[in-house]
């Protein structure tokens, strides 16, 4: 089979990149089990529900209408392939969602390889670019379960792909301002996509007229916008004003720890999304992308797809820095700059292979996987180097509580067995829901936890730390989860107060 795989890359000219693919997506189905559920997976899925059902005729339009700020383009095909395994527990169908994001993400990991082809002279340059895009870590995390900020990240790459392909065909750009349209559908940021395509429009000598490409192009977007996007059917200009009032001035309240620093949604300062790039990205991510800023600036002219991140980078970083958007939960909600990041490092990377032997490029070609590998283990939150120079408990850690299934995998033990011979559930306590949607993820291993609403009543409290602090019950510590120096779970043991009261 993975030669099969590999002589279809090759007809390609993928080279070793096939082997790179196949072994990555191997590893990212293998691992779609060993997240936790984030609070907002069923709010989602629901989206997808309301969406699905007010298409087939049997919703109303007011079901879809208060979830309109979310699109429903990923959720609703979501929904409807779980009819596959309809009777099937909640856990297969939320591994089957899981699936599709991520063989969605492999499909954009495949699109920045052929982009690269087209960018780069050097074959080399173009695998490494697409490998360093698929090895961060918080990204492969992310990828199985964020159907929101991947998603839409994986959109900008397709538009990213349209419009590479379109420029050297020298036709049909309308696949870029279409994909763009469904982008804004999931976020309103979409249309940060659509003015580099404009750009294009205007600049790339296509068969068409400029006027007319650029009416056109505008006409197209607007209409994949509408067409994919049924909470906004029945008024659409007033739920275009709406939805860029709550991107805006979206009211959250909880807070996020930064620097050490309580900030409350919507009112972070301008440095907020790049001081949490500077802490997340790898160190030579960030080295490499500064090589490649300063790199693109001699070809800008000469690459339409170097004018295109370029563009999307600046606009995007003016908008951040005049107008304070609100922001939350890292710099997620602007992780579509990932694209122009790994892009121009690309620019860097290829000044160092085109001098490099084919040894020397090997290595290089292994550095990021096996990045990837060393931090398998805590992806999903994983810091760089230069956090260090804050103390632990400076910034926020688990926010979405995906660390809670391993959490209530060492709850989930007999409580009693020091006291009684029977085996009796383990009632476990913890802030939030997260104990209720972990518990669906785990199917039958967590059949014996009992989600329970107070402390008092339990025999494991579960405290996550989600906006960087934890709460200190004085009980004793039957487990927790240390990543570079922050604590990001504990179970506190309650057994000893509660053997009589059972």
């Given at each position: 089979m993975i030669k099969a795989i590999k002589?279809?890359?090759?007809?390609?000219?993928?080279?070793?990149?096939?082997?790179?693919?196949?072994?990555?997506?191997?590893l990212g189905f293998a691992t779609l089990h060993r997240y936790g559920v984030h609070y907002d997976e069923l709010t989602q899925r629901t989206i997808g529900i309301e969406n699905a059902r007010y298409i087939a005729g049997w919703g109303k339009y007011e079901d879809i209408e208060k979830h309109k700020y979310f699109g429903p383009l990923f959720e609703t095909p979501a929904y409807?392939?779980?009819?596959?395994?309809?009777?099937?527990?909640?856990?297969?169908?939320?591994?089957?969602?899981?699936?599709?994001?991520?063989?969605?993400?492999?499909?954009?990991?495949?699109?920045?390889?052929?982009?690269?082809?087209?960018?780069?002279?050097?074959?080399?340059?173009?695998?490494?670019?697409?490998?360093?895009?698929?090895?961060?870590?918080r990204l492969f995390a992310e990828a199985h379960y964020n159907s929101k900020d991947v998603f839409f990240l994986c959109m900008g790459v397709f538009v990213l792909w349209a419009l590479s392909v379109a420029t050297r065909k020298g036709k049909f750009p309308w696949a870029a301002c279409m994909l763009a349209g469904m982008a804004c559908t999931v976020r309103i940021a979409g249309v940060f996509y659509f003015i580099p395509v404009l750009w294009v429009l205007m600049h790339y000598r296509f068969q068409y007229k400029r006027v007319y490409a650029l009416l056109l192009g505008i006409i197209v977007f607007v209409i994949s916008w509408?067409?994919?996007?049924?909470?906004?059917?029945?008024?659409?200009?007033?739920?275009?004003?709406?939805?860029?009032?709550?991107?805006?001035?979206?009211?959250?309240?909880?807070p996020t720890i930064l620097a050490g620093k309580s900030m409350i949604p919507g009112n972070v300062p301008a440095y907020y999304a790049f001081l949490w790039m500077l802490v997340t990205l790898p160190v030579f991510y960030i080295i490499l992308f500064l090589v490649g800023l300063y790199s693109s600036i001699k070809i800008?002219?000469?690459?339409?797809?170097?004018?295109?991140?370029?563009?999307?980078?600046?606009?995007?970083?003016?908008?951040?820095?005049?107008?304070?958007?609100?922001?939350?939960?890292?710099?997620?909600?602007?992780?579509?700059?990932?694209?122009?990041?790994?892009?121009?490092?690309?620019?860097?990377?290829?000044?160092?292979?085109?001098?490099?032997s084919f040894?020397?490029?090997?290595?290089?070609?292994?550095?990021?996987?096996?990045?990837?590998?060393?931090?398998?283990?805590?992806?999903?939150?994983?810091?760089?180097?230069?956090?260090?120079?804050?103390?632990?408990?400076?910034?926020?850690?688990?926010?979405?509580?995906?660390?809670?299934?391993?959490?209530?995998?060492?709850?989930?033990?007999?409580?009693?067995?020091?006291?009684?011979?029977?085996?009796?559930?383990?009632?476990?306590?913890?802030?939030t829901e997260t104990v209720w949607l972990n518990k669906q993820i785990l199917g039958n291993k967590a059949l014996n936890i009992q989600e329970v609403k107070s402390a008092d009543s339990a025999d494991f409290v579960l405290v996550l730390n989600r906006e960087g602090k934890l709460d200190h019950y004085k009980l004793p510590v039957f487990a927790k989860d240390v990543y570079g120096g922050d604590t990001l779970w504990v179970v506190y043991d309650r057994r000893s107060e509660n053997r009589y009261n059972r």
């Open positions: 002589h279809i890359f090759n007809i390609q000219g993928t080279g070793f990149f096939a082997w790179f693919f196949v072994l990555y997506a191997v409807l392939l779980e009819q596959l395994v309809f009777t099937s527990p909640m856990q297969t169908k939320l591994l089957l969602r899981r699936a599709l994001l991520f063989s969605i993400f492999l499909l954009s990991v495949f699109g920045i390889y052929r982009i690269g082809r087209q960018l780069f002279q050097n074959h080399a340059t173009a695998m490494i670019t697409a490998i360093a895009y698929a090895c961060w870590p509408y067409i994919v996007y049924p909470a906004v059917w029945k008024s659409p200009l007033e739920s275009f004003i709406g939805i860029l009032r709550y991107a805006h001035e979206n009211p959250w309240p909880s800008f002219r000469k690459s339409y797809i170097i004018q295109f991140v370029i563009i999307l980078f600046l606009v995007t970083v003016s908008y951040l820095i005049i107008q304070k958007p609100t922001l939350y939960n890292g710099w997620r909600h602007v992780y579509f700059l990932y694209i122009p990041l790994v892009i121009l490092a690309g620019v860097a990377i290829d000044s160092f292979v085109s001098s490099m040894k020397k490029t090997m290595v290089v070609f292994l550095v990021f996987p096996l990045f990837l590998l060393i931090h398998l283990k805590h992806d999903f939150v994983y810091f760089n180097s230069i956090k260090n120079i804050w103390k632990p408990g400076s910034f926020s850690m688990d926010y979405w509580g995906i660390s809670t299934r391993d959490a209530m995998l060492k709850c989930n033990v007999n409580p009693w067995e020091k006291y009684h011979d029977c085996v009796m559930p383990v009632r476990v306590y913890a802030f």
